[in-house]
T-cell receptor, first 113, second 114 residues
Framework: GNSVTQMEGPVTLSEEAFLTINCTYTATGYPSLFWYVQYPGEGLQLLLKATKADDKGSNKGFEATYRKETTSFHLEKGSVQVSDSAVYFCALKYRFGNEKLTFGTGTRLTIIP | GAGVSQTPSNKVTEKGKYVELRCDPISGHTALYWYRQSLGQGPEFLIYFQGTGAADDSGLPNDRFFAVRPEGSVSTLKIQRTERGDSAVYLC????????????FGSGTRLTVV
């Protein structure tokens, strides 16, 4: 079946550090890939997405590239801020005919000033 | 409203009792989803509505769980004979059209079965 494997947390970084959160997936066919973020006390929010191989999703300084050859969708940011502290979830969905999102277990990120 | 509203935000119930969890989606969103998030895990799909009908209920764990959306807007997730293992955060999401994956989630209802 489909699954998403995320880098285990928690991850603690200093402000302005470079961030990578690894995500790999197992799926038949060509799913769409997502990163969702959950800030403290808030609901899940879509951060970025990519719908086909080699697509790059980007938002708020975060980027992730859909790599079919390595079945990966790693999240990166060049310089993190304290306000980026949150839980990040990688997820996949088939583009047609199936509305189910399959999530990873989440990675808690804490940025210290 | 501006976002997806879920009520109550917290619910404590005794084992064996019946509970209802409500979701008020963004106005005009035809697609509505329920997910369940256990501690330390990612959300798991329960059910998806397109309009009034359940288009996919394959994630409901057993027949104690049921959800309705009678007028194509508000949805209620119903759990009968609650068990301690049902304790989790129940998330609702909506989207204007299915297929995009870019859902708007509510803040969830934290259900604790004691």
């Amino acid at each position: 079946g489909n699954s998403v494997t995320q880098m285990e947390g928690p991850v603690t970084l200093s402000e302005e550090a470079f961030l990578t959160i690894n995500c790999t997936y197992t799926a038949t066919g060509y799913p769409s890939l997502f990163w969702y973020v959950q800030y403290p006390g808030e609901g899940l929010q879509l951060l970025l997405k990519a719908t086909k191989a080699d697509d790059k999703g980007s938002n708020k300084g975060f980027e992730a590239t859909y790599r079919k050859e390595t079945t990966s969708f790693h999240l990166e940011k060049g310089s993190v801020q304290v306000s980026d502290s949150a839980v990040y979830f990688c997820a996949l969905k088939y583009r047609f005919g199936n509305e189910k999102l399959t999530f990873g277990t989440g990675t808690r990120l804490t940025i210290i000033p | 409203g501006a976002g997806v509203s879920q009520t109550p935000s917290n619910k404590v119930t005794e084992k064996g009792k019946y509970v209802e969890l409500r979701c008020d989606p963004i106005s005009g969103h035809t697609a509505l989803y329920w997910y369940r998030q256990s501690l330390g895990q990612g959300p798991e799909f329960l059910i998806y509505f397109q309009g009034t009908g359940a288009a996919d209920d394959s994630g409901l764990p057993n027949d104690r769980f049921f959800a309705v959306r009678p007028e194509g807007s508000v949805s209620t997730l119903k759990i009968q004979r609650t068990e301690r293992g049902d304790s989790a955060v129940y998330l609702c999401a909506s989207s204007p059209l299915p297929g995009t994956g870019g859902y708007t989630f509510g803040s969830g209802t934290r259900l604790t079965v004691v």
